[in-house]
């Protein structure tokens, strides 16, 4: 199951980089977005770039592209990125749970969503289906 985010407005640069930021620390989601796909050579409707050069075929890679060892764990590193190549289509994020989520757990990541959001600037839709 996969909730789906659709961001209107600039920056969309700055929201992306807080919707992963909302995925550090929920280890029930894996999550995929327009930048990290075209790293991955995954097609998108939008298609997106990678922040600082940083490469998703590695631990290595994959620490410094969510902000070094102090940002993310190794543990978290195999789990973090969707092993799905399925296309975002219309949407600019996805978080792909483990397992069924619950109500609460889906309200959960709205409140968070509207939270890293908030002083972006941006709106948002959330999907889960």
């Known amino acids: 199951m996969k909730s789906y985010v659709k961001i209107y407005g600039p920056p969309m640069g700055k929201a992306i980089t807080a919707l992963r930021k909302v995925a550090l620390d929920m280890q029930e989601v894996c999550i995929m977005d327009s930048g990290i796909a075209a790293a991955l050579d995954i097609p998108t409707a939008g298609g997106g770039l990678v922040s600082g050069g940083a490469t998703l075929d590695s631990m290595e890679g994959i620490q410094t592209f969510f902000g070094g060892t102090a940002s993310i764990s190794e543990e978290r590193c195999g789990t973090i990125i969707s092993k799905g190549s399925e296309s975002l289509g219309k949407f600019d994020f996805f978080y792909e749970w483990f397992q069924k989520p ?14 890293v959001l908030e002083g ?7 999907t889960t289906k």
Not at 120 to 126: A, E, K, P
């Open 120 to 126: 972006v600037g941006v709106r948002y839709t959330l």
């Open 102 to 115: 619950s109500v609460s757990q889906v309200e959960d990541l709205m409140t968070k969503i509207d939270e």
